[in-house]
């Protein structure tokens, strides 16, 4: 299987140097004149100089927002490429690989129920059968399988497939730049789907299907041959016809977080959301941050510091990591609702994380939970339990960071590869702080108020530390200007 060993998405020729794309990021916020200055310095390929660089959280918003189609984003994507093919990645990107013993998946299982576990094997066995119909759970919507346990999904139960070694279709991969990762999981999946017999596929998360449409095709040249939909469409429509009955309009105010990939498919899904919001009685507050500028859920604000200066430190990373989470529900505390509507589980799952931690009153919610409760059906809603889950095993692998190798080189994904399994001293690991999380010493008012003082106390620290970054990387010249 033949891939590129150069990609060139941005086109240069098109870009005028005017900097619209970084005036309109919602995380850099920059002047007219700063703006032009960072896409100056980012064609110049000098990074070290690079503010983008150093805050990105590949949100994608810039690409949208170039007046010339000159694909900026992709010049990011491409820089990350150039540095991960020189460098490798730390140790902590271990996390997000699914081939990697540390990964979040094979390490989240450890503390899941039988029936979530049951749940995600049966996802992965039929993904060996041929179907013409199939229901894509996508990788992060396996960090809570629990949300499938639902009578409105009993249509499609039996056509639902997935498995965490296909990586997102290679979207992780593409958000960092492994952009041979990438093409190469894309004509894998090609392949897959296509030996399947898969004619309609429905997608549990935009990511994939975003993958499917727009990434794939446009980036990479890999066409495939089904018609995509999102879930959120099909329960939409399921709505419309009267087929999922509202037996309890819930007449509540609530927010919406529309994630980065929301602004593919012709930025469909943000309308999807408040529809079927609207459909079930809830009025929607907006955010500051909202549809086609709306800010990553935090995330991502892992992907810049992989690369760069402080690159490998474990702290950092998962500092940027909770500021750029606290970022987004700070926005949706100050609408005033008391629950957030969250279309992406993966976003869900982080969000409920830095919910927990710092103790916000916001509740988060996918969309399926909220028709859930209008159907007069209660949903499973684990998503503190598993905030927690997740926080034990982040913390077990920032333990064994001082004594691992600093940085690695990511292998070739196996998509027919069954998840390796977390060995059996990090399985130790996770299950202790796991019972340490869940335990009473922890899961108190007293406890619970002296975390969320540190976390945000730490934030405004790390904020103020950022600030001092823009500050200089305002103040150093560019090159040839």
Request: a neutral charge; hydrophobic letters at 40%; charged letters at 25%.
């Amino acid at each position: 299987m033949s891939v590129k060993s150069d990609f060139r998405f941005f086109q240069e020729d098109a870009c005028d140097r005017c900097g619209i794309c970084f005036e309109r990021c919602p995380v850099l916020e920059l002047g007219k004149e700063e703006a032009k200055r960072e896409i100056e310095t980012l064609i110049r390929g000098q990074s070290a100089a690079s503010l983008v660089l150093q805050r990105c959280v590949t949100c994608n918003i810039c690409d949208f927002a170039c007046p010339r189609q000159a694909n900026p984003y992709g010049l990011i994507l491409e820089r990350h490429h150039a540095t991960g093919r020189a460098q490798g990645l730390p140790y902590m990107a271990k996390f997000i690989f699914p081939n990697e013993p540390e990964n979040m998946w094979t390490s989240t299982r450890v503390l899941m129920d039988e029936d979530e576990l049951t749940l995600v094997r049966s996802w992965e066995e039929n993904l060996k059968r041929p179907r013409k119909e199939v229901l894509l759970t996508g990788f992060y919507n396996n960090l809570i399988p629990y949300v499938a346990q639902t009578s409105l999904l009993d249509e499609l139960k039996p056509a639902i497939v997935g498995s965490d070694s296909m990586f997102g279709m290679g979207e992780d991969a593409y958000r960092i730049g492994f952009l041979e990762e990438a093409e190469r999981l894309g004509r894998l999946a090609k392949e897959k789907f296509s030996k399947m017999g898969v004619e309609k596929m429905y997608c549990f998360m935009v990511v994939e299907a975003s993958m499917f449409t727009d990434v794939l095709p446009r980036k990479f040249g890999i066409d495939f041959d089904f018609e995509v939909e999102l879930i959120d469409t099909w329960i939409l429509n399921r709505l419309k016809e009267g087929k999922i009955a509202v037996k309890n309009p819930l007449n509540l105010a609530v927010t919406v977080h529309d994630n980065c990939c929301g602004r593919y498919m012709n930025g469909s899904l943000p309308e999807i959301t408040r529809e079927i919001l609207a459909h079930i009685g809830c009025t929607v507050v907006e955010m500051r941050h909202t549809r086609d500028n709306a800010l990553c859920c935090g995330w991502a604000g892992t992907v810049p510091t992989l690369f760069g200066p402080t690159s490998g430190n474990p702290y950092h990373t998962l500092l940027n990591l909770l500021q750029s989470l606290y970022v987004r529900l700070r926005e949706a505390e100050e609408t005033g609702t008391q629950i957030m509507v969250v279309p992406c589980p993966g976003c869900c799952a982080f969000l409920s994380l830095i919910k927990e931690l710092t103790d916000s009153d916001v509740d988060i919610y996918l969309p399926i939970e909220m028709v859930q409760l209008a159907a007069g059906e209660k949903p499973v809603h684990k998503h503190k339990q598993r905030a927690w889950d997740i926080l034990a095993v982040t913390t077990g692998l920032v333990l064994k960071w001082p004594f691992s190798p600093r940085r690695f080189i990511p292998k070739p994904v196996d998509i027919e590869a069954p998840l390796p399994e977390a060995s059996r001293g990090d399985a130790a690991l996770i299950r202790l702080f796991g019972r340490l999380y869940h335990s009473a010493l922890v899961q108190n008012p007293v406890t619970k108020s002296l975390i969320a003082w540190t976390v945000k106390t730490l934030i405004k620290r790390y904020q103020a530390y950022l600030a001092e970054q823009k500050r200089i990387a305002a103040a150093m010249p560019v090159q040839g200007i």
